[in-house]
């Protein structure tokens, strides 16, 4: 009995995930900006903005940052700003949506597939390694070909380059998990297959998808901007970075603020999801001891 009490009193003493995850210097500044990040962007969803991203002051065209303009406008007089902002609520849309379904659809894939085993697993992972054969912004590149332009079609075609790492992500730990005494019992009991996989293995799978929904979300931003920048992502004069990106070439060595500023941007969000994965994973993983 008193075993039992010390072993609940240790349990009560650990530390929360969200203390631990601040006590790591990457997954802390990770954090911070990450959240930075979607308070702008809720900001840009509410159009609280100095200025209407696509308003245009014409008069004020390649005007450098200023009291009237804090970051300069760009070659129609808009606001830089403002796009900015707007822009990070395009950007994270396409990220967090992509990755929902992406991380949603391979987790199915990788679970199912490692669950039922034998043909079933063989035919799944040989599918997900010939999408592994493509580079990812090539495959996202075709997908938008076939599907057409458009916010809808870009979060479709990043959705599509990383469900097959998902499916890979997953499928580890639940083959390991699957041999585990306490799913054999639940089976022995006659306990559903469904619920023996939503109840007992999933749970006990996540802590690497969680690591890698945040890691996902720095690539995905970083593909969207790849496809806005070739003309195939979302389409101006709505705002995204990778738009703006694009439409500074050619003026940039008159307006450089036009390049670095959105440049900035995409390197910071990039940068800070890559910094709250490896936080992340620090904390979920057992045998890292360092932090507790």
């Not at 308003?55 to 009291?67: K, N, T, Y």
């Not at 998990?177 to 006659?190: D, L, P, S, W």
Request: charged letters at 15%; aromatic letters at 8%.
């Amino acid at each position: 009995m008193s075993a039992r009490s010390d072993s609940i009193g240790e349990l009560a003493k650990e530390p929360s995930v969200l203390r631990r995850l601040l006590r790591s210097r990457s997954g802390a500044l990770g954090l911070v900006i990450v959240a930075f990040y979607v308070t702008v962007a809720v900001l840009g969803l509410l159009q609280i903005t100095p200025y209407p991203p696509t308003e245009q002051h014409r008069v004020d065209r390649l005007q450098g940052p200023s009291s009237q303009y804090y970051l300069g406008t760009d070659m129609f007089g808009r606001d830089l700003l403002s796009r900015l902002i707007k822009g990070s609520t395009n950007s994270l849309y396409v990220a967090f949506s992509c990755v929902a379904i992406s991380s949603t659809l391979g987790t199915l894939i990788g679970t199912a597939s490692a669950y039922i085993g034998g043909t079933f697993d063989n035919v799944m992972m040989r599918i997900m390694d010939i999408f592994f054969a493509f580079p990812a912004i090539l495959l996202a590149l075709l997908v938008v070909v076939i599907l057409g332009r458009g916010l809808d079609k870009t979060i479709i075609a990043i959705a599509v380059v990383y469900t097959p790492i998902f499916a890979r992500v997953a499928r580890g730990p639940v083959l390991s998990v699957k041999e585990m005494e306490y799913i054999t019992a639940a089976r022995c009991i006659g306990m559903h297959h469904r619920r023996v996989v939503f109840f007992h293995v999933l749970p006990n799978t996540l802590a690497p998808l969680i690591v890698q929904v945040s890691l996902a979300l720095s690539w995905s931003l970083l593909t969207e901007a790849g496809l806005s920048f070739l003309g195939l992502g979302i389409q101006p004069p709505e705002p995204s970075w990778g738009v703006m990106l694009s439409e500074s070439q050619g003026i940039s060595e008159i307006a450089p603020w036009l390049m670095i500023y959105p440049g900035l941007a995409i390197m910071l969000g990039v940068l800070g999801f890559n910094l709250l994965g490896d936080g992340l994973r620090d904390v979920l993983d057992p045998r890292m001891k360092r932090l507790r």
